[in-house]
């Protein structure tokens, strides 16, 4: 249930027709119950998502919008969006996706995440585009490495395109050759610091270049400032250092495309079932997801995981680090199940 609810976005009433005919009768209320028992068992599992989250070297974050019908507000909260806020952190050899529903934003959200990061750890890199929301207000001592979405800033170009011709096509044929070099590297399988030095020579003049050719559009009174070829360019030279942080640190991505994709299941919830009844109901549904999406990224069997942790319920309670989805097999095997 949870599974077709959660990882494929249908709503508890269509598997309630579908179950029905199937000759199986399983309300929509009695479905709620079942995931909802569910979830209390395998929450370790989401805890320990969390917590090894908190410890990446790479961690995107954006929201999207979301509406949860029953949300109790303080009289002094003057927010009125609801959100889900989707992260996804990387690190050696797994990726994780988590999801959290409500009234704070994506900032807020992955500053409590990285309040469970190790105080030794070198600080982590983070990627979203340039929303002032997204970027998390951390307590003195704690740093981040901020990276800011290429494909982003490309958009802007996308979407003017039409009127700007010439400029786009000459921006986005030089973005391309960034696009293609990280490709390159991609399959050469070359490491963080080796991927590093190949776009500082590949990439490094390219968007050089670019830069000269943003900044002379303006200083030699080619483009309107104020026109829709201003505004993207604007954009670019604005977040300049963000966007080209893959040219002056190890493993920072060049765009945000990984959460993106990610967000797209809250996405399908929403224009399916267009809603949680509560936040409780909310949070359910981010405890699946976060499961679900996590095995996706990990190349896991997402329902053979969640059946396990339901099997081994106790044993998942006692070490959770070792029924996470990119190691959950092995622990099986040592225990000759």
């Not at 979405?149 to 096509?169: K, M, S, Y």
């Not at 070359?190 to 991927?195: A, H, M, N, Q, S």
């Not at 003049?205 to 080619?222: C, H, N, S």
Request: charged residues 25%; glycine residues 8%; proline residues 5%.
């Amino acid at each position: 249930i949870a599974q077709l609810k959660y990882g494929s976005g249908t709503p508890f009433y269509r598997l309630e027709q579908l179950e029905r005919q199937l000759g199986i009768p399983l309300p929509a209320a009695t479905q709620w119950e079942i995931v909802e028992e569910a979830a209390e068992l395998i929450q370790p599992a989401r805890d320990e998502l969390i917590r090894q989250a908190a410890q990446g070297e790479v961690v995107h974050n954006d929201d999207t919008s979301m509406r949860v019908l029953r949300l109790s507000r303080e009289p002094s909260d003057e927010r009125t969006g609801v959100f889900t806020s989707g992260i996804v952190s990387t690190g050696q050899g797994w990726k994780i996706a988590l999801y959290f529903t409500g009234r704070q934003h994506a900032g807020e959200n992955i500053a409590d995440v990285l309040k469970q990061r190790a105080q030794q750890s070198s600080p982590p890199i983070q990627m979203c585009d340039a929303l002032s929301r997204n970027v998390p207000k951390l307590p003195a001592g704690v740093e981040i490495l901020l990276a800011n979405c290429l494909a982003h800033g490309r958009r802007h170009f996308v979407e003017v395109a039409a009127n700007f011709p010439d400029e786009c096509r000459h921006v986005l044929e030089m973005l391309g050759q960034v696009y293609g070099h990280d490709a390159e590297a991609r399959e050469r399988g070359l490491t963080p610091d080796e991927r590093l030095r190949f776009h500082q020579e590949r990439s490094g003049p390219v968007m050089g270049q670019l830069y000269e050719w943003l900044e002379g559009q303006f200083a030699e009174r080619k483009t309107e400032p104020n026109s829709g070829l201003g505004k993207a360019i604007t954009y670019l030279l604005r977040h300049w250092r963000p966007l080209t942080l893959f040219l002056r640190v190890a493993g920072a991505p060049l765009d945000n495309n990984i959460v993106e994709r990610a967000l797209k299941r809250a996405v399908l919830h929403r224009k399916n079932a267009l809603f949680y009844r509560t936040l409780n109901g909310a949070q359910v549904g981010d405890l699946f997801m976060s499961l679900i999406h996590t095995c996706q990224l990990c190349g896991a069997n997402s329902f053979d995981y969640l059946t396990e942790l339901q099997r081994h319920a106790q044993e998942l309670a006692a070490i959770p680090a070792e029924w996470m989805p990119w190691n959950y097999r092995q622990t099986l095997e040592g225990a000759g199940v």
